[in-house]
């Protein structure tokens, strides 16, 4: 798993690596009993403090994302099938805001979109 962080995005350190181990979770990069680099290596790798990904790291662990084994490690744990749910409604609810809002500047009308997203189904075999 590769997390890249910018300082620029206005989106906090730790929140940058959470949303990606999430990600790399929901997307199956990372699966049940994968284990995450260890803080410290975690710090050295990005370049950050200890305290940032103690707090990444503590963060997914309330979440119900990982488990710390002392001594051992944090290991990613089964993903819950509601919450990979919420998430992929969540992007679905930023793209289809993105595309109401370019619908909206190019005076796309609502029926016009509908029949491209019908489209686009048919396309991906998604009925």
């Given amino acids: 798993m590769k997390i890249v962080i910018s300082n620029r995005s206005g989106v906090p350190i730790y929140e940058q690596i959470k949303s990606q181990v999430k990600e790399a979770i929901f ?8 284990v995450l680099p260890s803080v410290r290596q975690l710090a050295k790798d990005l370049k950050i403090s200890v305290i940032t990904t103690t707090r990444a790291y503590g963060d997914l662990e309330r979440e119900g994302f990982v488990v710390n084994v002392q001594g051992k490690g944090c290991y990613v744990l089964p993903r819950d099938r509601e919450m990979a749910r919420e998430n992929a409604l969540r992007k679905i609810e930023e793209g289809l805001s993105a595309a109401i809002l370019a619908a909206k ?3 796309i009308s609502k029926d ?3 029949e491209m997203l019908n489209i686009l189904c048919r396309e991906d075999d998604y009925e």
Avoid: F
């Fill in 112 to 114: 016009e979109m509908i």
């Fill in 105 to 107: 500047t190019g005076e």
């Fill in 27 to 34: 997307s199956g990069a990372l699966r049940e009993d994968d």
